[in-house]
């Protein structure tokens, strides 16, 4: 049951209508338990998965703060009995009990989500070594269904115990207001990776039918079903034929492919995002934002800003941070400080803490070593930037280019297309196949195709070019008009005919424009597959 099934909308009308009839103390009770029975339909092998993780993540947080609680109240009865040492030696002892139960905790989720989505891969490349070796035997592959958004739940629970034991935030004692925070059925399917504080805010609130936070939410989500089923499952088509064979569409098509798959993506990602944000607000419930208009993105620095921001946000927080500043690389930096000066002893450390995160961000992002490679190519391109920054300033000073808007329209231009290529490690099925796939725009000599009929031969019509080229002026006006604020709220400011025909005949694009028909499977967003 996703987003764009029937069953869905049945599924969350039902959920709608009950919610502004239970009394206002049982609608986060009754969100949990249709929570629970959209994952049981999802598959009901996959609680195993989730309950796992809510009772261990639970469990560890309220054991967590209990002893931090303890901590203080034993230090404040026997103030005056303590040294500065002894205070000192206990609140280390305490804290290392403490992280013991944290880690403990961490390495049982994150082999869960080893085992069933890396387990696999994992044998894959054992076996390759072992291949190596004559008369070696090879492991047998298991076979495990993914839970649907275990990557999401995981990391989105495991941040809440690191916030707890941070004391950012109190654990929650209650286990069914946690089991909801890591089950909400909106985020399950692709994200974003909310944070306790942030979502708890208004998850757990009273709610009364409110009709403009209602019908803002049934916008944000018809937006979504626009960009996802007028955009992104139409381009999906040339995409897959492009992609599928590299020996016939090579080169000039590569490049066609890259183009469209990297709007594939923006379209089916964030109209996925719209759809998850809009179903959480008919509800009064605030869901932050994701994206912040990636495309305009100036820099891939820049672009990481923007694009995925709950991810990027949690990879910084959760492993950037506690990699670059724990013991082993603080030792690390005094050791590159005192042997290749100061210069290149503080960049090292970064430079190591940055690959560390990409790779994991990689590695979270798919098994596969397309997905790694992206990673570390993000991270080295970064990194490279990064040391250029003198030189960019000093040419950004001598021609004054800053705030120039062809040279931002430049900068805008080069992002996107390396954004582009870096896209192509999602779309082929290996490291080689994206290499040779990249490295054929530049031999193979076909640019004839994009001007002579040859890419009507990739699934897609003149009508399907034409429905997709409206799509997208129309995706990239609003994101023109969203730069000097809130859409929505410019529409409502204008008279109820014209809000009519505008809502209402976005309703009639998706019905009209949406790819549909045989082979049509819109069961899957591209994100949910991590």
């Known amino acids: 049951m996703f987003f764009t099934s029937y069953e869905f909308l049945g599924f969350v009308a039902l959920l709608f209508i009950a919610y502004y009839l239970v009394p206002k103390k049982c609608q986060w009770p009754l969100l949990l338990v249709a929570s629970y029975i959209f994952y049981f339909i999802a598959g009901p092998g996959y609680l195993v998965y989730i309950l796992a993780t809510t009772v261990t993540i639970y469990l560890t947080a309220v054991l967590i703060q209990k002893k931090s609680d303890n ?100 654990a929650e004692r209650n286990p069914f207001k946690l089991a909801l925070f890591i089950s909400f059925f909106p985020l399950l399917i692709q994200g974003p990776i909310s944070r306790f504080k942030d979502l708890s805010a208004t998850l757990y609130g009273q709610h009364s039918f409110d009709a403009k936070t209602v019908s803002y939410g049934l916008q944000r989500m018809l937006w979504g079903y626009f960009k996802k089923m007028v955009v992104a499952d139409r381009i999906l088509t040339g995409v897959s034929t492009i992609i599928g064979d590299m020996d016939t569409y090579h080169g000039a098509y590569a490049f066609v492919g890259m183009l469209f798959y990297t709007l594939e993506l923006y379209a089916d990602f964030t109209g996925g995002i719209d759809i998850t944000i809009g179903i959480a607000q008919t509800m009064g419930i605030t869901v932050q934002e994701n994206f912040n208009l990636p495309y305009f993105a100036t820099s891939l620095k ?137 490295g054929s725009m530049f031999t193979a000599r076909n640019w004839q195709i994009i001007w002579d009929g040859s890419l009507l031969t990739i699934g897609l019509t003149m009508l399907d070019y034409g429905i997709l080229l409206f799509g ?31 809502w209402y005949g976005l309703f009639l694009l998706v019905i009209l424009l949406g790819a549909y028909g045989i082979g049509y499977d819109a069961s899957q967003f591209i994100y949910n597959r991590f």
């Open 71 to 170: 901590e203080s109240a034993y230090i404040k009865e026997h103030k005056a009995e303590f040294s500065k040492e002894e205070k000192k030696a206990y609140k280390k002892k305490q804290k290392s009990i403490r992280f013991r139960w944290l880690i403990a905790c961490l390495l049982f989720n994150i082999g869960i989500l080893v085992v069933v989505k890396y387990a696999n891969f994992i044998i894959s490349n054992v076996n390759g070594v072992l291949s190596l070796f004559p008369n070696t035997g090879q492991l047998s592959f298991v076979s495990l269904a993914l839970p649907m958004g275990i990557s999401f739940y995981t990391f989105q629970a495991m941040g809440y115990l690191i916030d707890v034991y941070r004391g950012t935030i109190k």
């Open 472 to 502: 997208i002026i129309v995706m990239l006006t609003v994101s023109l008009v969203q730069r000097n604020g809130s859409v929505r709220d410019k529409i409502a400011a204008r008279p109820y005919p014209v809000r009519f025909v505008i």
């Open 302 to 438: 820049d672009y990481w800003r923007r694009w995925h921001i709950s991810m990027c946000t949690w990879f910084k927080d959760y492993v950037f941070y506690p990699v670059s500043i724990c013991h082993p690389m603080q030792k690390f930096t005094r050791f590159c400080r005192s042997h290749l000066g100061n210069a290149v002893g503080k960049r090292l450390p970064v430079y190591v803490a940055s690959l560390t995160v990409w790779l994991a961000t990689g590695v979270w992002h798919g098994a596969s070593w397309n997905f790694i490679v992206w990673g570390l190519a993000n991270a080295v391109i970064l990194l490279v930037s990064e040391e250029l920054e003198p030189l960019y300033a000093g040419f950004h000073k001598r021609f004054h280019v800053d705030g120039n808007p062809f040279y931002t329209f430049f900068q805008i231009t080069r992002t996107f297309l390396m954004i582009c290529c870096l896209n192509m490690f999602d779309c082929y099925s290996s490291v080689g196949e994206t290499f040779g796939a990249f």
